[in-house]
């Protein structure tokens, strides 16, 4: 099966080398596809952080004295509405998953290069219609959109959001029906289920949880327009609708959907513990088996945002032992990743950097969600800033963790480039001081009583709002700075050659950058992943690009 090479033997051109841009707005390389989404989601994660720093400098003081009351709603709502939606949900699939999942299972492409393509239109329309709702007057419902406030009381452009929303979840469903399809179908011959890398094992698992989730916050999110717009009573008590009806259909995706963000970061970190650590994952089946545990038992417990609504004990009881249950397969995961350090030859690099962070920083975010899961003591921190907190830990701590995590692992392979390693170490530091900072007071605020959503606040809890806006400014800084030096290495970084970190996976065999049909020769694979005897050494860190180029063809 190895005669797929003839016809592009140059090694001159690769997938950046042709610039005209309907070359990249019609495109249907999924390598391209990847940068589109880096581009387009940095650009939302911008918007989403600016409106985050808006929110933290309200809480400055005890006062509501920056903003109007409604402006600091349309704020917070405008943060969770581009962060959810628009950033952490797509981030990882969609840009390192499209970039690097052919790569991985030795494909040209994924299985509908097209529908790709399309996938990435209907997201960057959705975030704009969810932008020019904002510009527009704004929406003030919060990210979860709750009715009846949302689909009767609310004024300014909530329908225009949910249109963007609701456009966006195509985006996601196509997305996951693409990788499902191209894991099952177009894996290198060779390369059998139990072979493959656990990042790939994690994307697939995340798919499944999209393709079964989405339809149904989306059908949700449409519902809460059709009673906005023509006042037909589903939601709204008044015109005899059942809002907790909402809350349990909006949580059994919302709540899959916290995995969404969290296994494909999951799945950076195997591959990145497993390559610094040069050892395969101890007891990789279990790894690759918890995702999709994850992924089942995910779906099982959305009653644990519903403690307080009155709904029966006895649901909250099973509810509540579900809820445990998913600790199981996360804490198998962290188990196995320590146990691989524990053995291996680690190298701090950069990636490895962020990977440790993840492991650290997921673990208080989990462990809190356990707290949270114990329906009395939900009861107290229920809609507190202990919630803030323990979400934060997971999505912020654990999923952009990640995806800045593989940012820097893939780089060299997405661009062919190194970026200076010092700046990346001090950039992961920055990032990890300033994240404890901003969201751990909000622990300790939250089980003093301070609820979420309110912009004003008592004089004795502002040492901790003071102590989160000065983490949250420093945090900043450690997003931007990657930022910078990424850019500039793209331009003056050293050349990375084809497998600059020794690492394993079929990804590291082609050329940095790939060629356009990613392989010479469909590669046919004879061994598991994660074997390192015969795959070159990491190269040595190196932070002075003026030195002399390495001599590469
Ligand atoms: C693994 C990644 C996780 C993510 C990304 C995540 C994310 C979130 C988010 C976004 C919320 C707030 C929703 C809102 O806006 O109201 C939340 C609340 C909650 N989480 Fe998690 N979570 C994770 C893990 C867990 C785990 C492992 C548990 C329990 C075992 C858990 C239990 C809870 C509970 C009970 C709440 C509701 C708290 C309340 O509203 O009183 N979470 N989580
Ligand atoms: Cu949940």
């Given at each position: 099966?190895?005669?797929?090479?003839?016809?592009?033997?140059?090694?001159?051109?690769?997938?950046?080398?042709?610039?005209?841009?309907?070359?990249?707005?019609?495109?249907?390389?999924?390598?391209?596809?990847?940068?589109?989404?880096?581009?387009?989601?940095?650009?939302?994660?911008?918007?989403?952080?600016?409106?985050?720093?808006?929110?933290?400098?309200?809480?400055?003081?005890?006062?509501?004295d920056?903003?109007?009351?409604?402006?600091?709603?349309?704020?917070?709502?405008?943060?969770?509405?581009?962060?959810?939606?628009?950033?952490?949900?797509?981030?990882?699939?969609?840009?390192?998953?499209?970039?690097?999942?052919?790569?991985?299972?030795?494909?040209?492409?994924?299985?509908f290069?097209?529908?790709?393509?399309?996938?990435?239109?209907?997201?960057?329309?959705?975030?704009?219609l969810?932008?020019?709702?904002?510009?527009?007057?704004?929406?003030d419902?919060?990210?979860?959109?709750?009715?009846?406030?949302?689909?009767?009381?609310?004024h300014?452009?909530?329908?225009?959001?949910?249109?963007?929303?609701?456009?966006n979840?195509f985006?996601?469903?196509?997305?996951?029906?693409?990788?499902?399809?191209?894991?099952?179908?177009?894996?290198?011959?060779?390369?059998?289920?139990?072979?493959?890398?656990?990042f790939?094992?994690?994307?697939?698992?995340?798919?499944?949880?999209?393709?079964?989730?989405?339809?149904?916050?989306?059908?949700?999110?449409?519902?809460?327009?059709?009673?906005?717009?023509?006042?037909?009573?589903?939601?709204?008590?008044a015109?005899?609708?059942?809002?907790?009806?909402?809350?349990?259909?909006?949580?059994?995706?919302?709540h899959?959907?916290?995995?969404?963000?969290?296994?494909?970061?999951?799945?950076?970190?195997?591959?990145?513990?497993?390559?610094?650590?040069?050892?395969?994952?101890?007891?990789?089946e279990?790894?690759?088996?918890?995702?999709?545990?994850?992924?089942?038992?995910?779906?099982?417990?959305?009653?644990?945002?519903?403690f307080?609504?009155?709904?029966?004990?006895?649901?909250?009881?099973?509810?509540?032992?579900?809820?445990?249950?998913v600790?199981?397969?996360?804490?198998?995961?962290?188990?196995?990743?320590?146990?691989?350090?524990?053995?291996?030859?680690?190298?701090?690099?950069?990636?490895?950097?962020?990977?440790?962070?993840?492991?650290?920083?997921?673990?208080?975010?989990?462990?809190?969600?356990?707290?949270?899961?114990?329906?009395?003591?939900?009861?107290?921190?229920?809609?507190?800033?202990?919630?803030?907190?323990?979400?934060?830990?997971?999505?912020?701590?654990?999923?952009?963790?990640?995806?800045?995590?593989?940012?820097?692992?893939?780089?060299?392979?997405?661009?062919?480039?190194?970026?200076?390693?010092?700046?990346?170490?001090?950039?992961?530091l920055?990032?990890?001081?300033?994240?404890?900072?901003?969201?751990?007071?909000?622990?300790?605020?939250?089980?003093?009583?301070?609820?979420?959503?309110?912009?004003?606040?008592?004089?004795?809890?502002?040492?901790?709002?003071?102590?989160?806006?000065?983490?949250a400014?420093?945090?900043?800084?450690?997003?931007?700075?990657?930022?910078?030096?990424?850019?500039?290495?793209i331009?003056?970084?050293?050349?990375?050659?084809?497998?600059?970190?020794?690492?394993?996976?079929?990804?590291?065999?082609?050329?940095?950058?790939p060629?356009?049909?990613?392989?010479?020769?469909?590669?046919?694979?004879?061994?598991?992943?994660?074997?390192?005897?015969?795959?070159?050494?990491?190269?040595?860190?190196?932070?002075?690009?003026?030195?002399?180029?390495p001599?590469?063809?």
């Open positions: 099966m190895s005669a797929a090479s003839n016809g592009h033997g140059h090694s001159k051109g690769n997938y950046l080398s042709e610039h005209p841009i309907a070359s990249w707005l019609l495109t249907t390389d999924h390598k391209r596809i990847g940068i589109l989404y880096l581009i387009s989601i940095s650009v939302f994660f911008g918007i989403g952080a600016l409106f985050a720093a808006l929110v933290r400098m309200e809480l400055i003081t005890p006062q509501g920056l903003m109007s009351a409604d402006n600091y709603n349309r704020a917070f709502t405008l943060h969770g509405v581009m962060m959810i939606f628009f950033f952490l949900i797509p981030s990882i699939p969609a840009v390192l998953g499209n970039f690097c999942l052919p790569l991985m299972i030795g494909a040209k492409d994924v299985a290069p097209r529908l790709n393509l399309l996938s990435w239109y209907m997201f960057v329309i959705g975030g704009s969810a932008v020019v709702a904002t510009v527009r007057g704004g929406i419902t919060g990210w979860t959109f709750y009715p009846p406030y949302s689909s009767t009381y609310a300014g452009q909530v329908s225009l959001a949910l249109v963007g929303v609701f456009i979840g985006s996601s469903i196509f997305t996951g029906i693409n990788f499902l399809v191209t894991i099952h179908k177009m894996r290198a011959p060779g390369l059998t289920w139990f072979r493959l890398p656990l790939v094992w994690a994307q697939y698992a995340t798919s499944f949880i999209i393709v079964f989730g989405t339809p149904v916050v989306a059908i949700t999110l449409a519902l809460v327009l059709v009673e906005r717009i023509l006042r037909v009573g589903i939601f709204d008590p015109l005899g609708g059942d809002p907790i009806l909402f809350q349990h259909l909006f949580w059994f995706y919302s899959p959907a916290v995995y969404i963000m969290i296994l494909p970061a999951m799945g950076v970190i195997s591959e990145i513990i497993s390559t610094f650590s040069r050892k395969r994952i101890f007891g990789y279990f790894v690759a088996f918890s995702s999709m545990a994850i992924a089942i038992v995910g779906f099982l417990v959305w009653g644990h945002h519903l307080t609504t009155g709904q029966s004990i006895y649901a909250g009881m099973v509810f509540s032992i579900l809820s445990f249950l600790a199981v397969p996360s804490a198998v995961k962290t188990f196995n990743w320590l146990t691989t350090m524990y053995k291996g030859q680690v190298v701090l690099r950069a990636p490895m950097l962020y990977g440790l962070g993840f492991i650290g920083l997921f673990t208080i975010g989990g462990l809190t969600g356990l707290f949270l899961s114990s329906m009395g003591v939900d009861i107290h921190l229920q809609e507190t800033y202990f919630v803030v907190a323990h979400f934060h830990y997971v999505m912020v701590g654990g999923a952009i963790m990640g995806y800045l995590g593989g940012i820097h692992y893939w780089w060299p392979k997405m661009f062919g480039r190194m970026y200076p390693e010092t700046w990346a170490k001090i950039a992961a920055i990032v990890f001081v300033g994240f404890n900072l901003t969201f751990f007071p909000q622990f300790i605020v939250g089980n003093l009583g301070m609820p979420r959503r309110y912009w004003a606040y008592p004089e004795e809890w502002q040492v901790w709002h003071l102590l989160s806006t000065a983490g400014s420093i945090l900043g800084v450690g997003y931007f700075l990657p930022s910078v030096y990424l850019v500039w290495s331009f003056k970084g050293k050349p990375a050659g084809n497998n600059p970190w020794g690492a394993s996976g079929l990804e590291w065999t082609t050329e940095s950058p060629i356009t049909h990613n392989f010479h020769e469909t590669p046919i694979v004879t061994k598991e992943a994660y074997t390192y005897d015969d795959v070159p050494d990491m190269i040595e860190e190196d932070d002075q690009p003026e030195r002399k180029e001599a590469h063809v």
